[in-house]
C-alpha cells in the first residue's frame, strides 16, 4: 500500500498486486509538505521475493 499524505490527511492511496505496481500520478500538486508511506500487508505471507521503492518527484 502506498499512502501520500499532506498536512491535512490523506491525498490519495493506492494498492500494489504481485504482477503490478502501486502508482500515484498527481499532475498538479500545489508546493507544500507531504509525507509518503509505504506499508506491506501484515496478513499475508511473502515467502520469497524483493520489493523495491522509488520515489519521483518532478
Same mark, same amino acid.
Given at each position: 500500500? =502506498?499512502?501520500?499524505?499532506?498536512? @491535512?490527511?490523506? %491525498? /490519495? ?7 503490478? #505496481? $502501486?502508482? *500515484? !500520478?498527481?499532475?498538479? =500538486?500545489?508546493?507544500?509538505?507531504? @509525507?509518503?508511506? %509505504? /506499508? ?7 515467502? #520469497? $521475493?524483493? *520489493? !523495491? ?6
Amino acid at each position: 500500500m =502506498l499512502e501520500l499524505f499532506d498536512s @491535512v490527511g490523506l %491525498v /490519495r492511496l493506492t494498492t500494489a498486486s504481485s504482477s503490478g #505496481n $502501486g502508482v *500515484i !500520478n498527481l499532475p498538479t =500538486l500545489p508546493a507544500g509538505t507531504y @509525507v509518503v508511506r %509505504v /506499508r506491506v500487508d501484515p496478513y499475508v505471507t511473502y515467502p #520469497n $521475493g524483493t *520489493i !523495491n521503492y522509488n520515489l519521483s518527484v518532478n
